[in-house]
């Protein structure tokens, strides 16, 4: 059986995701076979495989640190959040309606055979399983279904590292609460603390490494720097921006449920996410991006006075983008025959659009989720990306089809279901041409900022303890 090291986190948002991707990278490029894994996510950030099944965007992103191809036993149930105390099952990389509609306590006896199941399947195929947790192992009121933090550790033996944001202040308290919350059986796994995200002099630590090794016999294995060399997000928006003077920027909705938020981390500093119609002054262009709930999302847009503010920058000229979600919301009507959706809209079964795009959306039972390439005749450019939406969209004759059932424009608004649109380079430039707006300086390739991650952290880190874990 392979060996498995496992990241944990004193919080959400540790950096249990982009920790995880650097060791997947450093092991990689050790010469070790190893695979990534995560139990559950909760996440409205999904991408596809190659086999066309759902899976958490953090770990398609480890499976290309690891230098494998992505596979949905790498994190076999996603969650995706549908309104507070709702989100849909995705199991093994397709949605489960059964799942779904059980009460949340009563999904865990059914899903861990599965999380097991995934988990030996890797440990024996691969040398090394680099293992993300999620949240925090100290939420004992969850211990009793854990199926992602330290049952995943105990059945996998695998060497716990545990991380703290310093940046956010109190670590050494997080990591010292976080042990004592352990079960005794669950400490003799916990084998190092690693502060992450530290900014200044580590010197001034002291003593606080040597207090805490005294408290509880776990060392500090490693102090990471706060880097800045971003990854694809998880979970987190980008924060919002102001204007950047004279040029503008892209207005970017930010709606309740919204989904595939980290397609737009090449706009850099040119994004901006707004709440409130006044926060659209100076805009340059709009994208509305993909949404878990589309409906209520566009219900939320009407209901902030963003929707006319859009409608008006449109009519003026300004271009508009839809993304999946996006684009349903550009059209005439939104139909939900077979209940996808009607839950999250109150009972309708149908609701208007902004009616930018002469299209129309019926909401099917099945979803469609694939890898997609194709050439786009308005630019010439061959573009790639990723669908995954249950709504199935035909145009009234107005909008332009430049790709069948895949994107549209008519004038200066276009509509896709492509995730990843401007995520193609090239692309993203004539977007952003046809709002007058500079392209921002080109991100490093995602396989450069994986290879950066990773001389950092391995510098980071006490490589003779934590490969000597191995």
């Known amino acids: ?38 139990a559950q996510n909760m996440s409205n950030n999904a991408g596809v ?7 958490g965007r953090a770990q398609l992103v ?7 191809v992505p596979d949905v036993r790498m994190n076999p149930v996603l969650l995706k959040p549908e ?48 293992i993300e947790g999620a949240g925090s192992p100290a939420e004992v009121n969850l211990r009793s279904s854990d199926i992602v933090n330290m049952r995943v550790a105990r059945e996998a033996q695998a060497a716990v590292l545990l991380a703290a944001d310093i940046d956010r202040g109190g670590a050494f308290a997080h990591l010292l ?3 004592h919350c352990l079960e005794p059986d669950e400490r003799a796994l916990l084998r190092g603390f690693v502060l992450n995200r530290f900014r200044g002099d580590a010197r001034l630590l002291a003593p606080g490494p040597e207090w805490l090794h005294a408290q509880t016999g776990v060392p500090t294995v490693g102090v990471v720097p706060m880097l800045d060399i971003p990854l694809p997000e998880e979970d987190g928006l980008m924060p919002t921006r102001a204007a950047t003077g004279e040029q503008g920027f892209v207005a970017i909705p930010r709606l309740p449920r919204v989904s595939n938020l980290d397609e737009f981390a090449l706009l850099g500093e040119l994004a901006r996410w707004v ?19 589309t409906a209520a999302d566009l219900a939320w847009l009407r209901a902030t006075g963003l929707a006319g503010a859009v409608t008006r920058l449109a009519t003026s000229g300004v271009p508009v983008l839809g993304v999946c979600g996006g684009l349903q919301m550009l059209g005439h009507t939104i139909t939900d025959p077979h209940g996808v959706e009607t839950h999250s809209i109150g009972g309708a079964a149908e609701v208007a659009g902004l009616g930018l795009l002469d299209l129309n959306t019926e909401f099917a039972p099945d979803k469609t989720t694939r890898l997609t390439t194709f050439t786009d005749p308005e630019t010439g450019l061959k573009v790639q990306g990723y669908e995954i939406h249950h709504g199935r969209t035909r145009g009234g004759g107005g909008a332009q089809a430049l790709a069948p059932e895949l994107l549209w424009r ?10 990843g649109l401007l995520e193609n380079p090239a692309y993203l430039e004539r977007f952003l041409g046809w ?14 900022r994986l290879d950066a991650i990773a001389v950092r952290v391995r510098a980071s880190l006490d490589w003779d303890f934590v490969g000597g874990l191995l």
């Open 177 to 179: 609460g976080t042990w």
């Open 275 to 293: 709440t409130a119609p006044a926060e659209l002054a100076g805009a340059r262009a709009v994208i509305l991006p993909g949404s878990k709930s």
């Open 435 to 448: 709002a007058g707006l500079d392209t921002p300086e080109s991100l490093d390739s995602l396989d450069a």
């Open 1 to 38: 059986m392979a060996k498995a090291i496992m990241i944990q986190g004193c919080t959400s948002n540790a950096g249990k995701s982009y920790l995880a991707a650097a060791l997947c990278r450093i092991l990689a490029d050790e010469g070790y076979r190893v695979a990534p894994f995560k």
């Open 410 to 419: 008519q004038g200066n608004v276009r509509g896709t279901y492509l995730h």
């Open 83 to 130: 309104a507070d105390t709702r989100s849909q099952v995705v199991l093994l990389g397709c949605a489960d309606p059964e799942l779904t509609a059980l009460p949340w306590r009563e999904r865990k006896p059914r899903l861990w055979p599965h999380v097991q199941g995934a988990l030996h399947s890797l440990l024996a195929e691969y040398e090394v399983v680099v």
């Open 49 to 55: 495989t190659p086999a066309g099944l759902e899976m």
């Open 62 to 68: 480890q499976a290309r640190a690891a230098r494998v």
